[in-house]
């Protein structure tokens, strides 16, 4: 499943430089994710990287967007694929 950010956000700018695949971005009023390149970091690290610095704890995972390990890995070499 890929991971949300709530309206919690303050805006503070630490998640996107952390995301390895640039699925962070500015919305219209906080930060937002796009759920077809989140990979929750599956690929790259153990750990969502976003929820480990968020000084507001406002990255959840997101309900409605469930996917499998398996599906996350093939989402990373995908868009890994499309870096190449």
Not at 15 to 29: H, L, S, T
Not at 30 to 57: A, L, M, R, W
Request: proline fraction near 10%; charge should be negative.
């Amino acid at each position: 499943m890929a991971l949300m950010i709530t309206d919690d956000c303050i805006n503070c700018d630490v998640c996107e430089p952390e995301c390895p695949n640039d699925a962070i971005y500015m919305g219209p009023e906080i930060y937002e994710i796009n759920p077809d390149k989140c990979t929750e970091c599956v690929g790259h690290f153990n750990e969502p990287q976003c929820q480990q610095v968020c000084p507001v704890s406002c990255i959840p995972f997101n309900p409605e967007w469930r996917e499998t390990e398996e599906q996350l890995r093939a989402k990373f070499e995908v868009l890994q694929a499309a870096k190449a």
